[in-house]
Every structure is written in C-alpha cells, then in structure tokens.
C-alpha cells in the first residue's frame, strides 16, 4: 500500500503535467486568436489594396468616358432641337417667298 509521502509525489507529478497541458493549451489559444487576426486583416485588406491600387482608376476613367458621352449625347440634342427651329424657320420663309414652285412643303 502506498504511504503519504508517495502519494503526495504522486499528486505533485499529475498536478505539474497539468500545470504543463494548461500553458500548452492557452499559448495555443492565444497564437490562435494572433493568427485569427492576421487571417481577417488579411481578408479585409486585400480587397481594399486591390481596390484602390487597380480598380479604382480603371473605374474612375470608365465614370470620366461615360460623363463625356453624356455630355456629347446632350449637345447633339440641343443641336436637334436648334436645327428644328432652323428648318421651321427656312420653311417658312420658302413659303412666304413663293419660291415653293408648287412642293408640298412640310410642317414641322
């Protein structure tokens, strides 16, 4: 049978293991949580990078030719409606003039 002093070695031996296996477990814990971080900085950052280093004057010369096309398709709208008065206008006076020579002119 085992007397005190072995068993309390005994107990010490088990409670120093213990004492071991919990450090092991929470400097795991805690590179876990360091590289859980590293992971997500990894995740949100890349993107960004990408964004703002490729994309971001690719896209802005893209909003740039598509604001100079909007701008054109209105000054050839305004140059349609200009050339609707001008040809009211010459209409007008073509049949004021008499110089028609018997065309149906039309009416705009």
């Given amino acids: 049978m085992m007397d005190d002093r072995e068993l309390l070695r005994k107990s010490l ?7 071991r296996l919990l450090r ?9 949580g360091i ?11 890349v993107p960004v990078y990408v ?3 490729y994309l971001q004057p690719i896209l802005g010369d893209v909003l740039d030719t598509i604001e100079t096309v909007q701008d054109a398709g209105n000054k050839v709208q305004g140059l349609g409606d200009g050339l609707g008065d001008q040809l009211r206008g010459f209409f007008e006076q073509l049949k004021e003039s008499g ?10």
């Fill in 99 to 108: 110089a028609s020579g018997g065309i149906q002119l039309p009416t705009l």
């Fill in 13 to 19: 031996e088990l409670a120093e293991e213990n004492n």
């Fill in 51 to 53: 964004y703002i280093t």
């Fill in 24 to 32: 092991k477990m929470r400097r795991g814990a805690i590179w876990g």
């Fill in 35 to 45: 590289f859980k971080i590293i992971w997500l900085a990894i995740l949100i950052g």
